[in-house]
């Protein structure tokens, strides 16, 4: 297990600037009207770049930005039934967004990198399991053992029971409590750890602007069963081509002792735990990640390719 990349320095901050930096690709995949966000240069190798749970791209666009600055072309879709990708029409699961993931590969210029974060690194594994197309992947606060088993049980049943009441109140009122700004302010800052004071007001402001989009409860919900239930390992996948782990020892979601081969399926990968940092390492540490997954890629996954 590596480690070495120190979290930024306080005021150093991770922040982009509110406007779009992307274009935009619309095309159907798996029954979605998929909505594509592209950063960098057309010819650059591409990075297919898959959000986690009640995000949108925008959860990805800090890191996406600093890859294209590094040489790649990063696709960012917005997961169907979040942000402007409508519902799949079956149900929104590890397969089901596995199977989406393989069609957007096949759709898209082949992709050098599949890259997921948190729920994105489950859905990443499903599609390689159903052999979508890739020359390595890139998991970001990967989810290796059910977060039911992880380091923050009590802010999980507390999740769960969230969750549960707004499957159980009436669909107006259910979609509210999912859309509550209180409680999108109140998950940003227990999943926040840094404590640069404008990156943590950045990051909660981040979580209000996305915290209602999401097509409707039912596909909430049924994401949310899957990231609660489904891991890396869960499909058997075999992760047979440059794998990078990217790890936090202050992840709630799980715990840095599942950042081992064994427990990711692998048989074999670069593992790298960044000390200090949660769950969401895309915003706090986008700058690093940028550089350890470029470095990795020009030294690791370009000997392979040439190999």
Known sequence: MESGVRPA????SSMQPEHEHAEVISLTVAGSQTSV??????????VLAVHGFRGTHFGLEPLAVR???RGFRVLAP???GAGRSTPLPGTHDA???????TELAA?????????????????VGSAIASGAAHDAAVLINPILESPLSGPKRVATAATRFYYALAERLPPTLGHRLLASRLIAGIGATLMTSTSDRALRRWIRDEHFRQ?????SRDVVLEAFEASMSTTVSDFGTPFDRPTLLLAADRDPLSATSACAAYAAGLRSGTFHVFPDRGHLLPYEEAHALAIVISDWDRTVVGNELRA
């Open 67 to 69: 890859l294209a600055s």
């Open 78 to 80: 917005d997961l169907p």
């Open 107 to 123: 759709a898209l210029p082949r992709p050098r990198v599949l890259l997921g974060h948190s729920l994105g690194s489950v859905i």
């Open 95 to 101: 397969s089901g967004y596995g199977l989406w993931l």
């Open 37 to 46: 966000y592209a950063y960098g240069q057309n010819d650059a190798p591409v």
């Open 211 to 215: 915290v209602g989009a999401f097509a």
């Open 9 to 12: 320095r306080r005021g150093v």
